[in-house]
């Protein structure tokens, strides 16, 4: 499952997963991660998006199903627009 916080979207599984990455309309350009925590059977990394169109700081939190090996069993994503200028 991910959440993506405040769109009312929740994805199940990893097909609806893929189908929603490939139907983005924007291109990713980079990727810049920023940090990556880990405990136990969770971890975070955020980090911002550059997109051909614009710039988006996010979030992610993810928890897994165990501790070594483990799949991924849910993800909330946290996404926020940035303005124009960059830093």
Known sequence: ???IVGSGRMIQGKDDFLQYIRSAAEQ???LQIDSI???GNA??????IKTDRRRVAFCDVYHFSGFKNARIKRIASY?????DQPR
């Open 43 to 48: 971890g975070a990394a955020n980090g911002i």
């Open 37 to 39: 925590i880990t405990h």
């Open 79 to 83: 996404l926020i627009p940035l303005s």
């Open 28 to 30: 990713t350009v980079e």
């Open 1 to 3: 499952i991910c959440d």
